[in-house]
Each structure stands twice: as structure tokens, then as C-alpha cells.
């Protein structure tokens, strides 16, 4: 059973560029969590994504997007990248119909901004 | 709001040495309670969780007891191992107005010496 997957591991961007970042959840479940861990920080959470829909949100500007499809994969998209946004960001999945679940999180994509 | 804090780090121990991490935290309603464990270039992953009061999680040898009164959720080890090496996060889900998104503490570093 495949755990929670996303691509790309590492990726390096400049100031100003757009970035997708990938999640396929664990088999079985159909919620996708998105968090951002800054460097020696807790992760923060983005917004989550139940039935294709972003069914919450964090404290994040709108600069942050994302996208669920009917598979349950799930999408990050950032735009106009600023050195701030220099992270870790995690995809956590969990089954959606239970409200407070335990989430499963991938090894996450690193992500530097220069 | 709700938040979560936790010991500041790090914390060095000998093998089969005794660990206490401390955390506390400050939610509206009865949040449930999580620790999660991060080994070097990993993802999250849960080492256990307690859903309501006086409740105890316990997970390879991990323990934790969920403290109302004290508003606490500090994990314990009797005798930890190298292997026990990592980064460990407290975090809460909010039970109220909430789809199950994690707040995290800042984490604190375990290193164990042989």
C-alpha cells in the first residue's frame, strides 16, 4: 500500500516564477492537507481539499492556489515567489468523512527561492 | 486562538536516559492532541494522539496523558535509544469551526548519545 506521494523531492525557483508542487494521497483516502515548514519552524497549514473543493483555509496570501482532482490528487500552486517562501511544504492525507482524523503526511518538497 | 507551545530544544541525552518534552497549549473547546516525530530528511509521522481528557497515546514506548487542567500534553520516554534521534512536534486539532487541520509547536530536537 503506497504511502502519501509527492514530486517534485527538490526544487530551486528565482524571485517572481510560478511553482506546482504534487500530492497523490494515501489509497483510501480522499482529503489532501497542504503545510508549509519553514526552516527550524512547525509546519503551518495552507488550506485542505475535500470532494475537489478547498474546504479550509490558513493564513495565507491568495498567491497560494491549489487544485484537487477526481483521483483525490492535489496540486500547490504559487505565484510571483518571493524569498520568503523558501520551504518545506508537506501534502498530508486523510479520509474525509471522519471530521477529525489521523493525517498521513509525505516526505514533502523542498523548495528554494533565490 | 489556538496555539501550541513546546520546550525549546535541543535536548541531548545519554542512551537509556529518561525524556521529557514538555508542551502545553491554548484552544477554544477540547482540541485533540497529537505528537508527531520527524527523523532527518523525512516527512511527519504520528507517534500518537489522545482525543479527550485524561486520555493517554502511546506508541513505542512514548507515552503522553491529555491534561485539561494543565492545558498539557507532555510526552515521556523511560529509556530512550539512538534511534529515538529526530525532531518532535506537538500539535492540536482544533474541535470546533475546524476540518481537521493540525497546529503545530515549534518542535524540538532530540539527539541521544551512545
Known amino acids: 500500500d503506497a504511502g502519501v506521494t509527492q514530486s517534485p523531492t527538490h526544487l530551486i525557483k528565482t524571485r517572481g516564477q510560478q511553482v506546482t508542487l504534487r500530492c497523490s494521497p494515501k489509497s483510501g483516502h480522499d482529503t489532501v492537507s497542504w503545510y508549509q515548514q519553514a526552516l527550524g519552524q512547525g509546519p503551518q497549514f495552507i488550506f485542505q481539499y475535500y470532494e475537489e473543493e478547498e474546504r479550509q483555509r490558513g493564513n495565507f496570501p491568495d498567491r497560494f492556489s491549489g487544485h484537487q482532482f477526481p483521483n483525490y490528487s492535489s496540486e500547490l500552486n504559487v505565484n510571483a515567489l518571493l524569498l520568503g517562501d523558501s520551504a518545506l511544504y508537506l501534502c498530508a492525507s486523510s479520509p474525509g468523512q471522519v471530521r477529525i482524523e489521523t493525517q498521513y503526511f509525505g516526505p514533502g518538497t523542498r523548495l528554494l527561492v533565490l | 486562538g489556538n496555539s501550541v507551545t513546546q520546550m525549546e530544544g535541543p535536548v541531548t541525552l545519554s542512551e537509556e536516559a529518561f525524556l521529557t518534552i514538555n508542551c502545553t497549549y491554548t484552544?477554544?473547546?477540547?482540541?485533540?492532541l497529537f505528537w508527531y516525530v520527524q527523523y532527518p530528511g523525512e516527512g511527519l509521522q504520528l507517534l500518537l494522539k489522545a482525543t479527550k481528557a485524561d486520555d493517554k497515546g502511546s506508541n513505542k514506548g512514548f507515552e503522553a496523558t491529555y491534561r485539561k487542567e494543565t492545558t498539557s500534553f507532555h510526552l515521556e520516554k523511560g529509556s530512550v535509544q539512538v534511534s529515538d534521534s529526530a525532531v518532535y512536534f506537538c500539535a492540536l486539532t482544533p474541535r470546533e469551526g475546524s476540518q481537521g487541520n493540525l497546529i503545530f509547536g515549534k518542535g524540538t530536537k532530540l539527539s541521544v548519545k551512545p
Open positions: 484552544a477554544t473547546g477540547y482540541p485533540s
